[in-house]
């Protein structure tokens, strides 16, 4: 029985591609600034997201980790989605090591509303927090691979430029967001003061995230990497995977969200379980378990060569990737439409 993941879009594999130009990546001593893909990749991603300055670094959530500490400041907060991934999944880094405190705020699919950031910012009393920083998540992952309009972005821009705040776009899945709304990356980091992208997710890369901002601060970001142990050698070798990813896995993006929206009618189709697919945006199906535990739901599927993840007791999330061809999603919607619980 062929296995078909669908936990994550990480578990995509390098294709033939992308190894060829691993293995023929100039490399040099990164942490003096002189591996020339390295480079290279920074000066390409600062063209894409607009910014004057990126740097390469080793996961989205030290991108995510290095804007908390510059930004954010010891002894202050940030305001952030109440599902965000910085305040779920980063072991708590913000508050441990970045030494912010990140403050939940409701929202519906994701998406944070200036009148609901306005209700977190406190009185300028010398013995409270002052809110310092919004970290926008976009797509956000855990509402379902939701994605921000660009009014929805301008509003939250204003409500920071209004109350002094810096803006950190957790764009893990940005280019996901920008083939979804068909905003480009550029437009959507013009909102932000920084964002952080990953190359490891739908992009197809091994390893390996972006930060970008000004001049001043991936300066500074490039010492807050050092002193987080992420300063890297010869890492052209990754880079270039990840500049080989920027140049040829962009636009594909678009068939993981058409197999997504697949999924979504098959699954709409059984007793089981319950999704809209007008709800589905971009790769990530997450899904009602109407009838048992989302655990019970996971082992059927996999029993039947899907894999994917319980998200709480009642639901369950399936991710598309470059690794599930068309093919692969007829024989999914089939096996879905066939299981019976």
Not at 118 to 135: G, I, T, W
Not at 139 to 152: F, K, L, P, S
Not at 297 to 319: D, F, W, Y
Request: charged share 25%.
């Amino acid at each position: 029985m062929k296995p078909y993941d669908l936990r994550s879009d990480t578990l995509t594999l390098p294709c033939s591609g992308m190894r060829k130009a691993i293995v023929k990546a100039d490399v040099g001593d990164d942490v003096y600034g002189e591996d020339p893909t390295v480079n290279r990749l920074e000066e390409l991603t600062a063209k894409i997201t607009g910014k004057r300055d990126a740097l390469f670094v080793t996961s989205g959530s030290m991108g995510n980790l290095i804007p908390l500490y510059i930004n954010g400041g010891r002894g202050n907060e940030v305001l952030t989605h109440e599902l965000s991934h910085i305040l779920h999944y980063e072991l708590d880094s913000a508050a441990t090591i970045a030494g912010v405190t990140p403050v939940p705020v409701p929202g519906k699919r994701g998406i944070l509303e200036p009148r609901f950031l306005e209700e977190k910012l406190r009185p300028d009393f010398y013995y409270m927090p002052r809110v310092s920083m919004v970290s926008v998540e976009n797509t956000h992952n855990m509402a379902g691979g939701t994605c921000y309009t660009q009014m929805e972005l301008k509003g939250v821009a204003d409500f920071a430029r209004k109350n002094g705040l810096k803006v950190h776009l957790d764009g893990a899945r940005v280019f996901n967001a920008a083939i979804a709304t068909e905003i480009t990356v550029r437009k959507i980091c013009s909102f932000v003061d920084t964002i952080t992208f990953c190359l490891s997710k739908g992009l197809g890369a091994p390893v390996g995230s972006m930060l970008c901002g000004d001049t001043k601060f991936i300066a500074e970001a490039r010492r807050i990497r050092k002193m987080l142990g992420g300063g890297m050698r010869q890492a052209g070798i990754i880079a270039a995977a990840g500049i080989y990813a920027l140049e040829n896995n962009v636009e594909r993006l678009a068939e993981d969200h058409q197999n997504a929206g697949d999924i979504a009618k098959a699954l709409q189709e059984v007793t089981w379980a319950g999704v809209d697919p007008k709800e589905v945006e971009t790769n990530i199906i997450i899904f009602r378990t109407e009838k048992h535990p989302a655990k019970v739901i996971v082992e059927a599927l996999k029993k039947q060569g899907i894999h994917c993840s319980p998200k709480g007791q009642k639901s369950v999330r399936m991710v598309t990737n470059l690794g599930i061809s068309k093919q692969d999603i007829t024989e999914i919607c089939g096996i879905i439409r066939k299981l019976s619980l």
